[in-house]
């Protein structure tokens, strides 16, 4: 008889011992999974899309061939020294002015930090910018050498000044000190910065996978705005039994 | 003799239905109450299970994405932004010395010429027989007041004599906008 009247209250008790300790948590976990599931499968759609775009961008990327090699030579992803050398030196000779001292020196990001120098024209949005400082002097005539900048200027490259010194030279042996000689000298400073290709994408926040279209604005100001094609050099015949005879 | 009701008679004969069937209704209360916390516990489990599978998922698509065939979209699009950057930024130095060309006074020539991008500013030492020239000169750099112009601000006033020549050298910095 004791034990039916103590039934209820223990059952009560053991009930909300139940609720409070077993039930709730057990709801409260589960309703955090359900969230935690439902963003996952959000992550996860969202990737997908993601995905999806790229794969529709990697087809568009085909689909501009001609268009990448533009963006590729005028950025290209490494110095490529012999194409400037060249290219400058070709510039140079067409125009019938000198130049000497050609040096093409690159400087990495972190030799650039090191040194606390601020490149000319450098980008701040991408830090694998790398600088490649390319210096030469130049004699001729101020209309050859302006010729030889515009030039250098118009390159399908990307080619920026640091400094540029002009200063007449008198011709040797010129007897009459006074007059001014249209000879100069130009001692010139470029930046042929280059950009490293990617290894792997760092995370997928390129507004690209949003837009899901290039922005092409680039190559239109490329076509626009250059107009000096950029020699592509081409190995030549190799092999000699001594390497030291000319 | 105390009168003394012996009478077995219950007094409280009518109960409710709560009352009457209490313990059977708590029973059934707990009973429901394991049912929920088991139905609740399977569905945390299952939905962990979900979670790691579509994690796992998501790794494995990420890593794809990231490694695959989409980083050179990528690239692409980068290389693009960072030369239009690279574009507005670069300095026209034959736009500068058709400028100079222009604003050359008569009997003024340059004997140097030097720019620096870091300070984005032309140096020039000029040269001319007469102080008159020197002035009318830093005066055609300047230009007229209120004028948009390539040159932003045009500073000179230093001079010396070259008894060499015999002319008058003078300097001129020019900043570029």
């Known amino acids: ?246 | 003799m105390s009168d003394i009701n012996l009478t077995t008679e219950q007094k409280y004969e009518k109960k409710g239905f709560f009352s009457e069937n209490l313990v059977p209704i708590l029973f059934v209360i707990l009973v429901l109450c394991m049912a929920a916390y088991g139905i609740f516990y399977y569905l945390e489990g299952s939905m962990t299970s979900k979670i790691d599978n579509t994690d796992s998922q998501y790794d494995s698509q990420y890593a794809e994405l990231t490694t695959g065939n989409a980083k050179q979209a990528v690239d692409f699009q980068d290389r693009m932004d960072t030369i239009e950057d690279l574009m507005k930024t670069r300095p026209d130095i034959v736009k500068g010395l058709q400028e100079i060309e222009k604003r050359i006074a008569p009997g003024v020539y340059l004997k140097s010429y030097e720019y620096n991008a870091a300070t984005n500013q032309i140096t020039l030492v000029c040269a001319t027989n007469n102080y008159r020239s020197v002035a009318e000169q830093i005066l055609a750099f300047k230009g007229p007041a209120g004028e948009q112009s390539l040159f932003t601000n045009v500073t000179s006033g230093e001079t010396s004599f070259n008894l060499q020549e015999g002319r008058i050298e003078f300097k001129v910095v020019i900043s570029l906008s």
């Open chain 1, 1 to 246: 008889m004791r034990l039916k009247i103590l039934l209820a209250p223990i059952l009560m008790i053991v009930i909300i011992v139940a609720v409070i300790w077993f039930v709730v948590p057990a709801y409260q976990g589960m309703s955090q999974k359900r969230s935690e599931l439902k963003e996952s499968t959000a992550k996860l759609e969202d990737l997908q899309n993601k995905s999806k775009t790229a794969d529709k961008l990697v087809g568009d990327l085909q689909a501009k061939s001609s268009e990448q090699a533009t963006v590729l030579t005028y950025l290209p992803a490494s110095t490529l020294e012999e194409q400037i050398i060249d290219n400058l030196n070709y510039i140079a000779s067409a125009e019938g002015v000198s130049i000497y001292n050609l040096s093409v020196k690159t400087i990495s990001p972190q030799e650039i930090a090191a040194a606390g120098i601020v490149a000319a024209n450098k980008s701040t949005k991408d830090q694998s910018l790398t600088l490649t400082e390319v210096s030469y002097g130049m004699v001729g005539s101020y209309d050859k050498i302006k010729n030889v900048l515009q030039k250098v200027f118009m390159l399908k490259r990307y080619n920026g000044v640091k400094s540029i010194s002009i200063k007449s030279v008198s011709s040797p042996g010129a007897e009459n000190k006074e007059t001014p000689s249209d000879n100069l000298q130009a001692d010139v400073k470029l930046a042929f910065d280059y950009l490293e290709g990617k290894e792997s994408l760092d995370n997928l926040d390129s507004p690209l996978f949003t837009t899901g279209t290039f922005d092409m604005k680039a190559v239109d100001d490329i076509n626009q705005l250059t107009s000096v094609e950029v020699i592509k050099i081409t190995p030549p015949a190799t092999g000699r039994a001594n390497p030291f005879l000319p």
